[in-house]
């Protein structure tokens, strides 16, 4: 009975061990919590980058020989931000975006453009966001008037992802975005500049259709535009990438729409039932053997 005691106790106290190890990590990661995240933005000395010295990671560049994705290169980004108002040069509110009619609620807030509202970990200086800070537009929808369009059988990945017409496929998607010897890694949440069926560019060979402004073929959140150094009508490269290409940097920090965060709210829920069934075990190994007198309280 002993020798089970111990075997139990034992492994009780080597997941306990485990646990507690994570979470001491977890701790020291900037998407741990919104309030510690929030602390520390709060904490950055002007809450900008104009105020704070913001964190530097070193050029991470995804394979640059045959990759599934090639590179469009030489494009024209421009900038927008989650909650931005209409204006003559830009007449779409994203408030909203193709995909989300409460884009701007299920963010957040409104993403401040203004570095010297923004904090060194790329994000507003008022609020932690809900969702990934780094999202980006491009000019094509998969959905049209809640239907699959017919050319969405040109994206690659259009087989192993589609499950029912009407609901986008392409929303999400992450890419690479270089701008010198920096890349940023950010998910396609909205549609545009301008253009909503540019498949021509955004999946075959061809240049960005829109004209307007200098003929744009992205849009960048203010985390992307921080992050890369970049001015609005800088050129950048972009591609897709897969998730086994991006490496660790603050895009893989914050919200419920980023897989990296999900996936250790996912580890953290399936270590906790596991303690729970060892305590489980323990309490009906006592009932069975009695020696209640020997319990862990």
């Known amino acids: ?49 104009q105020g704070g010295v913001p964190k530097v990671f070193a050029p991470t560049m995804p394979r640059v020989s045959y990759t599934l994705y090639p590179w469009k290169t030489d494009i024209v980004a421009t900038v927008f931000w989650v909650g931005e108002e209409p204006t003559e040069k830009n007449p779409t509110t994203n408030t909203k975006s193709a995909w989300d009619p409460q884009w701007k609620i299920n963010f957040g807030g409104y993403d401040d453009p203004d570095p010297t509202k923004r904090t060194s970990n790329f994000i507003p200086a008022n609020f932690v966001p809900k969702q990934n800070p780094f999202y980006i537009a491009l000019p094509y929808n998969d959905v049209e008037s809640g239907n699959t369009r017919p050319d969405a059988q040109r994206i690659p990945w259009f087989k192993q992802r589609f499950r ?107 270590i906790q039932n596991r303690l729970e069934e060892l305590r489980r075990m323990r309490d009906e190994y006592f009932r069975q053997n009695g020696n209640s007198g020997l319990r862990v309280r």
């Open 164 to 270: 029912t017409k009407g609901k986008s496929v392409v929303r999400g998607q992450w890419l690479a975005i270089r701008y010198g010897n920096r890349v940023c890694y950010a998910q396609w949440e909205d549609v545009g500049p301008f253009e909503i069926d540019d498949v021509d560019y955004v999946f075959g060979p061809s240049r960005p259709r829109n004209s307007k402004n200098n003929g744009a073929g992205i849009d960048i959140s203010p985390a992307v535009r921080d992050y890369l150094g970049l001015k609005a009508g800088g050129k950048v490269d972009w591609r897709f990438v897969d998730l086994n290409e991006i490496p660790d940097g603050p895009w893989r920090w914050f919200g419920t729409n980023n897989p990296f965060t999900t996936a250790k709210s996912t580890e953290k829920q399936q």
């Open 1 to 49: 009975m002993e020798t089970h005691w111990k075997r139990l106790t034992s492994v009780l106290f080597a997941a306990l061990l485990m646990t507690a190890g994570r979470e001491a990590w977890a701790q020291t990661s900037p998407s741990v919590s919104s309030a510690s995240a929030l602390s520390g933005a709060r904490q950055a000395n002007g809450q900008g980058f």
